[in-house]
């Protein structure tokens, strides 16, 4: 895998989130009704939820990789030049040359931590989620908190830090994930 497949995976998991979004609220607006009898709106929400975590984990490997200048062919290659600079690699126990561990690793699918490379070299863009003064919605921000790759296995009506998955919380925390995508394409490229 290159490390450009995660830019273009993010691509397709927010259309995605976008398009089913978007069918969801139209599909709303038919009914005229606040309540929708649709039995796979709980999955659907769930679904767009898992996706926007998804592209969010994307497009925090794809950043780390164009800044710090990734030249391997495979993001599972060690390249301890690289890895030094940002204290990543792909594997979680992938041995440094002085004998320990880089902090930061892909496999495990843990955005949170791997943010954190992020936000020492774009604390001040302006950005949800690496730049402190920017607000977030309160139910997108539980949302983005507690979202892990598991979640795919997790039943729809799971409710995540008591945020319960409705339009209306699914909704914001993909307006973040937009925001927070198209945020980081323009500062990476």
Same mark, same amino acid.
């Given at each position: 895998?290159?490390?450009?497949?995660?830019?273009?995976?993010?691509?397709?998991?927010?259309?995605?989130?976008?398009?089913?979004?978007?069918? +969801?609220?139209? $599909?709303?607006?038919?009914?005229?009704?606040? !309540?929708?009898?649709?039995? %796979?709106?709980?999955?659907? *929400?769930?679904?767009?939820?898992?996706?926007?975590?998804?592209?969010?984990?994307?497009?925090?490997?794809?950043?780390?990789?164009?800044?710090?200048?990734?030249?391997?062919?495979?993001?599972?290659?060690?390249?301890?030049?690289?890895?030094?600079?940002?204290?990543?690699?792909?594997?979680?126990?992938?041995?440094?040359?002085?004998?320990?561990?880089?902090?930061?690793? +892909?496999?495990? $699918?843990?955005?949170?931590?791997?943010?954190? !490379?992020?936000?020492?070299? %774009?604390?001040?863009?302006? *950005?949800?989620?690496?730049?402190?003064?920017?607000?977030?919605?309160?139910?997108?921000?539980?949302?983005?908190?507690?979202?892990?790759?598991?979640?795919?296995?997790?039943?729809?009506?799971?409710?995540?830090?008591?945020?319960?998955?409705?339009?209306?919380?699914?909704?914001?925390?993909?307006?973040?994930?937009?925001?927070?995508?198209?945020?980081?394409?323009?500062?990476?490229?």
């Amino acid at each position: 895998m290159h490390f450009e497949d995660y830019k273009l995976a993010s691509q397709k998991h927010l259309q995605t989130s976008l398009a089913i979004l978007d069918s +969801i609220i139209e $599909h709303q607006k038919e009914k005229k009704s606040k !309540i929708i009898v649709n039995p %796979y709106l709980e999955a659907s *929400l769930h679904n767009v939820y898992y996706l926007s975590g998804y592209t969010i984990e994307c497009i925090v490997n794809y950043s780390i990789f164009k800044h710090y200048n990734w030249k391997k062919s495979s993001v599972k290659e060690v390249d301890h030049n690289f890895s030094k600079k940002c204290g990543l690699s792909f594997y979680q126990n992938e041995r440094r040359e002085d004998g320990g561990t880089y902090p930061y690793f +892909i496999n495990q $699918h843990n955005y949170l931590r791997n943010l954190d !490379i992020l936000k020492k070299v %774009y604390s001040n863009s302006r *950005l949800p989620m690496l730049d402190r003064s920017v607000g977030i919605n309160n139910d997108a921000k539980q949302l983005f908190t507690h979202w892990n790759v598991e979640i795919r296995y997790h039943q729809p009506t799971t409710k995540y830090n008591k945020v319960a998955l409705t339009i209306q919380s699914v909704t914001s925390f993909v307006e973040l994930t937009k925001e927070f995508h198209n945020g980081l394409i323009a500062l990476v490229g």
